[in-house]
């Protein structure tokens, strides 16, 4: 009896893997999508720094132009209470005492003091 040979031509090939579609994304998908969210993140990072900058700036020159203006409100503050209490002072003694030794302004600091001290 003879032996069986293989068909001329050999055996077709084995199908050992199955054929289905991948399910999901493939993880270098993902790793492109995870980095365009963190680029944009940053992006958009980026951008509201330079924005609250801009605004520090802005809001810092509008301090610095108000300055004078505002020292002009303080000096008007401040003569309009030394000329009260030239008048108060008078009022009550009869007269204006010098109570400094010379006659440069001395830009007087005015203190809260608490009512009732507790010892």
Known sequence: MPQDMPPVGGYGAVQYKRNLPARGFRPATMLAIGG???IFGWY???IG???QNEYAREKMWSRIHLIPLLQAEEDRDLVRRHLADQAREKQLLGEN??????DRYVRPTFAI???QTTK
């Open 36 to 38: 365009g969210i963190v």
């Open 44 to 46: 958009k990072l980026i």
């Open 49 to 51: 720094i330079r924005e």
């Open 97 to 102: 005492l010098k109570v400094y030794n010379s």
């Open 113 to 115: 003091t608490p009512g």
